[in-house]
C-alpha cells in the first residue's frame, strides 16, 4: 500500500528542501523525492547549488582567492611568502568535502524535521479529487500517496547546437568545478554570475580567460553587475586589470 502524506516535494535543491523544511515545521506529514548522486554514487540532497553551482564555486573562489593574495599581494602588507605553489588536487578535494558537509547538513535537517527521503526519480502516477499518487523510481520503487505535491526539479545546463557538454572539452558548470589541471586557456560563453565565477576561478590560477559574450560584454557586465552603468564599467574594468579578457 502507498504510503500517505500531506505534501510531497519532488526535487532536493534550495527550492524542494527548504519547501519541505517549512511543510514540516508547519505540522504538515512531508516527503521529499530527489535522484541526485554524489561522485560516490550516493545520494546527494541539495540539487545543483549545492552539488554543482553556489556551494562548490564559493570554496573555489575562496582557494583560489587565498592563491593569489598569497602570490600577489602578501607581499604588500609584509608578509612573505617563499616557494608559494598550486596542490590543485587538495583545493579541489576541498570543495568536495564542503560539498559533503552542506549534504549530510540538509540530511540531519530532513531528519530533525522528521522529513521521508525517498531517493529516485519521483513522476506523476495518478491525480484525484483527493490528491496524487507519486511513484518513485530508484534502488527500491515506491508510490507515494500526496495530497499536496510541490514540483520543485530545478534546471539543466543548456549545450550549445553542435556542442555537446563532454566535460573534459567543452564543460558545463559541473566540469568547470574539477578541472584536474589548470587550463592554459579557458574560453568562457556567457558573462553571466556563473560564467564569471568560473573565470575569476581559473584566472585567479593561472588561466588565460575569454569571456565571449553575445550581447557585448558592456551590456551583460551591467546587468550582471547589479544594473547599472558604473558598476558595469566596474566590472569590464576588474576583468581587463585582472587579466581576463572579456568580448
Ligand atoms: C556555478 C553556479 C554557481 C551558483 N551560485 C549561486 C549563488 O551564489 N547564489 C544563488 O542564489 N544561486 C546560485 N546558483 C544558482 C543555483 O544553483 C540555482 O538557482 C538553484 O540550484 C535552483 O534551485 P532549485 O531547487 O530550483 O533546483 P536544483 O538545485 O536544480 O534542484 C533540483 C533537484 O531536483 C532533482 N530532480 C529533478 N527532477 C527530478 C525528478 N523527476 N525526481 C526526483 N528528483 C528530481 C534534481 O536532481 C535536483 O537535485 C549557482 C549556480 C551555478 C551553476
Avoid at 508547519?26 to 552539488?51: I, S
Avoid at 520543485?152 to 558548470?173: M, Q, V, W, Y
Amino acid at each position: 500500500m502507498a504510503q500517505s502524506f500531506d505534501v510531497v516535494v519532488i526535487g532536493g535543491g534550495p527550492g524542494g528542501y527548504v519547501a519541505a523544511i517549512r511543510a514540516a515545521q508547519l505540522g504538515l506529514k512531508t516527503a521529499c523525492v530527489d535522484e541526485w548522486r554524489g561522485a560516490d554514487g550516493k545520494p546527494a540532497l541539495g540539487g545543483a547549488c549545492t552539488n554543482v553551482g553556489c556551494i562548490p564555486s564559493k570554496a573555489l573562489l575562496q582557494s583560489s582567492e587565498n592563491f593569489e593574495q598569497a602570490g600577489h599581494h602578501f607581499a604588500e602588507h609584509g608578509v612573505r611568502v617563499k616557494g608559494l605553489e598550486l596542490d590543485l588536487a587538495q583545493m579541489l578535494r576541498r570543495k568536495d568535502k564542503v560539498v559533503k558537509a552542506n549534504n549530510d547538513g540538509i540530511v540531519y535537517l530532513f531528519k530533525k524535521n522528521k522529513i521521508a527521503f525517498f531517493h529516485g526519480r519521483g513522476s506523476f502516477a495518478k491525480a484525484g479529487a483527493d490528491g496524487c499518487e507519486i511513484a518513485v523510481k530508484g534502488a527500491q520503487n515506491e508510490t507515494l500517496a500526496a495530497k499536496n505535491v510541490i514540483v520543485a526539479t530545478g534546471s539543466n545546463p543548456r549545450a550549445l547546437p553542435g556542442t555537446e557538454f563532454d566535460e573534459k572539452l567543452i564543460l558545463s558548470n559541473t566540469g568547470a568545478l574539477e578541472i584536474p589541471e589548470v587550463p592554459k586557456r579557458l574560453g568562457i560563453i556567457g558573462a553571466g554570475v556563473i560564467g564569471l565565477e568560473m573565470g575569476s576561478v581559473w584566472r585567479r590560477l593561472g588561466s588565460e580567460v575569454t569571456i565571449l559574450e553575445r550581447q557585448g560584454a558592456e551590456r551583460r557586465l551591467r546587468q550582471t553587475h547589479c544594473f547599472n552603468r558604473p558598476a558595469a564599467e566596474y566590472g569590464r574594468h576588474q576583468c581587463r586589470s585582472r587579466g581576463t579578457e572579456a568580448r
